[in-house]
């Protein structure tokens, strides 16, 4: 079957750095992004990797392993409005996007 | 034009009613997505027309009726749903649908209540 695994919440500080990891085991490979979604609002795309390596955006960079199945968010400079779920999702060999269940990350001042 | 529009934001309806939910994009996609999704949960793929077809349907019960009368609308027919289709309801859009980057833009969503 496919999979992907996120942890399901995560607390930092305000101004700190925080990596949210994603593990995955799917038909195929076609790229994997990561989306922002702020309770009750719909998800906004940050990142796609589909080759090995960093992408660095601004505060936000994704990271990506493809021997390993693996890919983190790294957030920096965390502010207050950066609470919310992270969706991390696969590209199959079929074209599909296979969802992570999200990790909540709560910011505490 | 960068978005997605859907309406109504928000629905309350019994399980004898018919109603609609709309979608609008003006990005050129020529591809559309319904997903529906349930509190702390990942979106789950209802639907995706394509050029105007409906290239997949993910199983979905026959109460939910797609049509996408043009390339810029899509829309969601709603009929004798139960109580647990209570969920918030996305509609997205991309470039096209079997590209590898293909970025999904996602409207504001419809809450949908079936009482």
């Known amino acids: 079957g496919q999979n992907i695994d996120q942890p399901t919440e995560m607390t930092a500080t305000e101004g700190a750095i925080v990596q949210i990891n994603c593990t995955y085991q799917?038909?195929?490979?076609?790229?994997l992004f990561w989306y922002q979604q702020h309770a009750g609002e719909a998800p906004t795309f940050l990142s796609y990797?589909?080759l090995d390596g960093l992408e660095e955006k601004g505060r936000f960079s994704s990271f990506l392993s493809r021997s390993k199945g693996y890919s983190y968010l790294l957030l920096k400079e965390l502010q207050m409005k950066d609470s919310a779920s992270y969706l991390c999702?696969?590209?199959?060999?079929?074209?599909?996007?296979?969802w992570g269940a999200g990790t909540k990350l709560i910011i505490k001042p | 034009d960068t978005e997605v529009t859907q309406t109504p934001k928000h629905l309350v309806m019994g399980m004898t009613n018919k109603k609609s939910l709309k979608c609008e994009q003006h990005?050129?996609?020529?591809?559309m997505y319904w997903y529906k999704q349930k509190a702390k949960k990942p979106p789950e793929l209802m639907f995706v027309?394509?050029?105007?077809?409906?290239?997949i349907n993910e199983s979905v019960p026959s109460r939910f009726s797609p049509e996408c009368p043009n390339s810029s609308l899509l829309n969601l027919h709603l009929h004798a749903l139960q109580p647990e289709d209570s969920a918030l309801y996305l509609c997205?859009?991309?470039?096209?649908?079997?590209?590898?980057?293909?970025?999904?833009?996602f409207g504001a969503g419809s809450r949908l209540t079936v009482l």
């Open positions: 990005m050129g996609h020529r591809a």
């Open positions: 999702a696969v590209r199959d060999s079929n074209y599909q996007l296979i």
């Open positions: 799917t038909s195929g490979f076609n790229g």
């Open positions: 027309y394509s050029y105007e077809k409906l290239s």
């Open positions: 997205a859009s991309s470039q096209d649908e079997g590209v590898g980057a293909n970025v999904l833009t």
């Open positions: 990797n589909v």
